[in-house]
Structure formats: structure tokens, C-alpha cells
């Protein structure tokens, strides 16, 4: 369901760019941005610690006055690992992990100030985890939301740079070999976004 | 230019699209617990590190049942390292035999050289599938020994083990050890043994966690909890890392303390690498460790191996 509505927006907002009409309406932006996560484990000896991964992210909204947003957003990690603590509570083991999110969500900013413009967005995602052992794979899926707050710098009429986003989720199902304590991700963001359309 | 902005932005969202129906879960990959828990134990090897940092990696041969289980160990030779049997003279190729029951579960792990068994291990097990004895049979330091041990558990977790041993020299009085847990996260704190001086002259009387240095190779040593003999000043260090029931290392090596009487070696025993098939191992193989341990080498003194060698088993699980 949250896939099919996302494509029809997504093409919906395709339709709009390649319009010879005059109609500019809606304006929308598309981002393109660097994320880390992180999920912590319960720590302590002999459990897992903490799964880390670095994302790109990439993301199209339509916007809805100059306050709103709504849109769709695809991360997928590029390296992450999953640590381990040994049972004297030292970092003992470390495998490669990887961490793909989709999703959609709406932003709520403040005007088009003149330099810097603050924002905070929900959004709600479909999450998959991999902790790659070389003879085997342990992978679990779950559903996430969350809440993020960031501050954008203006670079041209057009151009922003997100200074920094802020963000947490959380997790529907514990992941299975992460454990029941651990149901949440947090993200940091940096990267652009370029705004397409008439300026309202 | 607006064109080409145009014209690239709707690329990037086409991308993008496809992007969102791509997955990175794959149809082999293990989804569950109940998934996780049914791999098996496919290889290990055992990695000896001296004090200077130089591992010598020796890599055991394993064979495997129909059904995918450990059937047959090929043991390297011991001659000379840290680690080997608690078996007293082994001149030729060691193997070991496991046999399983009808549930899976392991009940003679048999350490043999040639048809000769050196150390046979006999388990039984509750109607719950917790191990309720294990008979530990063997020629060790020159006597044909024999050792009961009947496992009690409480909550689920094993609580005390009655033990009776005969040896050629006759037997010994019965000792009942606790075992206790850290009342924080669970891991085992202490075994208290009753009576605390046994009959052939052993002289110690607890094993209990105490806080020391872990056998890390570097100057500047990590905290961690040894296991040591109370009121004695050696220890033994057991670290391991693990997923669900799957240890993927473990490692032994003693505490840096130089005023210690010095362990030779240290004691192979099949509950460290049986700990992912037999159920609440881990106290009972740290017990077991400490056992074997103490039992040949810790009264007798240090050899020829240095201190603060550590030896590491690294196991490696496969479907």
C-alpha cells in the first residue's frame, strides 16, 4: 500500500516537472543527503552493541504552501557493521551490516528566511537490517516511525544545504539477533536540497 | 537549462522509484530466531597467542552426519602448546567421535588416539532437555578417573552439581557446588563448593569472579572478571562473544599477575564447543573450564609456556 501510493506520488511530481504547461503548481524540491544511523543495543557483557551504518538518502516532496512538504524517501546504506561486546564487556566481535529504508513523510518548515530555515518532519518507513557473517546472513524487516528536526542554509534561490537533521525512530519488531531493548534508530543528516518550480 | 534541470530531476526520480522497490533481504538469508538456532557448527579453529602477539592458528578437520551435525573431530597435535587434552600421555593422532540420541542432542563425545579412548564424556539429559549428568571418564596425571556429576537446576538455570569421582586410588568424597549469578545481568558469579578441602589433598575452596586484567597481549591491560581460586592469586580469564546461543570466540588466557603461580596449559573440554547444543551451557561450561583447569594444572605450577599466552577458539556456524 505504502509503496503504491508512493510511486503515484512520485510520478505524479514526475508528470509535473517534464508539464510544458504554464501551470507551475505544485512547486516540489528533491534531496539528496549523507545519514548515519545508529541503533544501540542493550550493551553490557556478552550482547550486542550497537549497529552503525552510513546511508545515502535520497528524497522528493511536493510542497504545499510554504510551511508544508509531503513526499517519499528512499536510504540505503553503502558501509555498517554490527559490534559485539564480549562477557567482559569489552568490544569483541564486528560484522558488516547494511540497512535500507523507504518511506514517506511530511515536513513543516518555517518561511524562506533569508539565510536559514528550520524544519521538522514524520515520517513512517519500512525498515530492513542484514548482518552479513560470510557463511550466512541474518536479515529482519520492520516498520518505523519517527520524528526529525534539521536547519537548512540558504545557498542560492533555489539551493540549500542541510546543515544538520536530527532524527529518531522507532521500530515496530525488535530485531531478532539486536534484541527486545533495542527498538530504536537514530540519524544524523547533512546534504542538499534543491527546490524546483515557481517560488511561492 | 531549466530543461536539463527538468530532465535530470525526473531521471533522479525515476531512479528513485525503482530504488523503492529494491530490497537487500534476500530469499536465503536467516529472518527468525527459531531459523538462527537451527545452524550448525561448522568449523573452528584454535588460535595460540603468545605474550608478543605471534598466533599460531591451527585449524581442526570436522566431519558432519546426514542431518548435518559435528561427527567426527580430527584434533591437531597439542605437543608443547598451551592448550591440549587433560589426558595424560598422547602419542599418536586424537579424534573424537560424537554420537547423538534421537533428539538431536549429544550423549558420548569419546576422545580417542588410535581405538584407544582417552577421555569419554557420557551425557544425560531431564525431560525438559537440560543435561542432568555428565560422566567424565579418562586416565588423567597417571589414574583411570571417573566422574559423576548430577545437575539440579533452578528457574531454568543450573543451580547446583552433586559430583562423585573414583579413581584407581580409590574415591573420593562427594562435593556439591552452587552455582550463583550476578544478580545484575545474570553471568555466573560464584561456584562455592562443600565440603571446601577434598580428600586427595586439594587444598582450595571456592572459585569465584574476582576483578583483575584480561590476558590481552598489551601493556596496558582491560578490566575485566576473571575466575580465580579464592584467597590464591591465580586466575583464569573466559571471554566470549556471541549471537542468540552461538558463541563466535572464545578465549582463555589467565590474568596478568606476576606473583601467581603460573597454569601450563589449558584444558580441552566439549562443552566448549558444545555450548550451542546443550541447553543454559554457558555456566556449566565456565564451570567445567575452571575445572579442568584447576584440576591438572593450577596446584601443580607453571611450565614452559609463558603467562599471559592466550589461547582463542573461533567458531565458525553455517546452515
Known amino acids: 500500500m505504502m509503496k503504491r501510493a508512493t510511486t503515484i506520488i512520485i510520478l505524479l511530481v514526475g508528470v509535473c516537472i517534464n508539464s510544458r504547461a504554464q501551470l507551475r503548481l505544485p512547486t516540489f524540491d528533491i534531496e539528496l543527503k549523507g545519514q548515519q544511523n545508529l541503533l544501540p543495543g542493550s550493551g553490557g557483557s556478552g550482547n550486542f552493541d550497537v549497529f552503525e551504518s552510513t546511508n545515502w538518502h535520497g528524497g522528493a516532496h511536493i510542497q504545499i504552501g510554504q510551511h508544508f512538504a509531503v513526499g517519499a524517501f528512499y536510504s540505503r546504506s553503502f558501509r555498517g557493521s554490527d559490534h559485539y561486546r564480549d562477557d567482559n564487556n569489552s568490544t569483541s566481535a564486528t560484522k558488516d551490516g547494511l540497512l535500507l529504508l523507504k518511506g514517506i513523510d511530511i515536513r513543516v518548515s518555517t518561511s524562506r528566511a533569508k539565510n536559514w530555515r528550520k524544519y521538522m518532519a514524520i515520517n513512517y518507513s519500512k525498515l530492513e537490517v542484514v548482518e552479513d557473517n560470510v557463511d550466512y546472513r541474518l536479515a529482519a524487516k520492520s516498520n518505523a516511525i519517527g520524528a526529525s528536526v534539521g536547519i537548512m542554509r540558504k545557498l542560492s534561490n533555489k539551493l540549500y544545504l542541510t546543515v544538520i537533521e536530527l532524527g529518531v525512530k522507532k521500530l515496530s519488531t525488535e530485531i531478532f539477533w539486536v534484541g527486545s531493548n533495542s527498538q530504536v534508530i537514530v540519524d544524523a543528516k547533512m546534504g542538499l536540497l534543491y527546490n524546483i518550480g515557481k517560488r511561492k | ?319
Open chain 2, 1 to 319: 537549462m531549466v530543461r536539463l534541470v527538468r530532465s535530470a530531476s525526473l531521471f533522479l526520480l525515476v531512479l528513485l522509484t525503482l530504488g523503492i522497490s529494491c530490497t537487500i533481504v534476500e530469499d536465503t538469508d536467516i529472518q527468525n530466531l527459531d531459523a538462527f538456532s537451527k545452524l550448525k557448527l561448522k568449523s573452528f579453529e584454535i588460535n595460540q597467542i603468545n605474550q608478543n602477539g605471534e598466533s599460531k592458528v591451527t585449524k581442526v578437520g570436522t566431519t558432519f552426519n546426514g542431518d548435518g551435525q559435528l561427527q567426527q573431530i580430527s584434533w591437531p597435535l597439542f605437543n608443547g602448546d598451551k592448550f591440549g587434552f587433560r589426558s595424560s600421555t598422547i602419542t599418536g593422532p586424537v579424534t573424537t567421535s560424537i554420537t547423538y540420541n534421537s533428539s538431536g542432542k549429544v550423549i558420548v563425545f569419546d576422545i580417542k588416539s588410535g581405538n584407544t579412548s582417552l577421555e569419554k564424556y557420557t551425557f544425560e539429559y531431564n525431560a525438559e532437555g537440560n543435561l542432568n549428568k555428565l560422566i567424565s571418564e579418562g586416565t588423567f596425571s597417571g589414574n583411570v578417573i571417573s566422574t559423576t556429576d548430577l545437575i539440579e537446576y533452578s528457574s531454568g538455570k543450573p543451580s547446583k552439581i552433586n559430583r562423585t569421582t573414583t579413581t584407581t586410588v580409590g574415591s573420593n568424597a562427594a562435593i556439591e557446588y552452587n552455582i550463583m549469578y550476578n544478580s545484575n545481568d545474570g553471568s555466573v558469579f560464584t561456584f562455592g563448593m562443600t565440603p571446601t578441602t577434598t580428600n586427595d589433598g586439594t587444598t582450595y575452596e571456592y572459585i569465584q569472579t574476582g576483578v583483575g586484567d584480561c590476558p590481552d597481549n598489551n601493556s596496558s591491560h582491560m578490566t575485566c572478571n576473571p575466575y580465580q581460586l579464592a584467597g590464591g592469586s591465580n586466575q583464569l580469564t573466559i571471554r566470549h562473544s556471541y549471537t542468540g546461543d552461538k558463541i563466535a570466540a572464545l578465549i582463555i588466557g589467565e590474568s596478568y599477575n606476576p606473583g601467581g603461580k603460573t597454569p601450563d596449559k589449558y584444558s580441552f573440554h566439549p562443552l566448549m564447543i558444545l555450548r550451542s547444543v546443550i541447553n543454559q551451557s554457558e555456566p556449566l561450561m565456565i564451570f567445567y573450564m575452571i575445572d579442568w583447569w584447576t584440576v591438572k594444572y593450577q596446584l601443580t605450577g607453571g611450565g614452559g609456556n609463558t603467562q599471559r599466552d592466550v589461547v582463542q577458539i573461533n567458531f565458525t556456524f553455517g546452515i
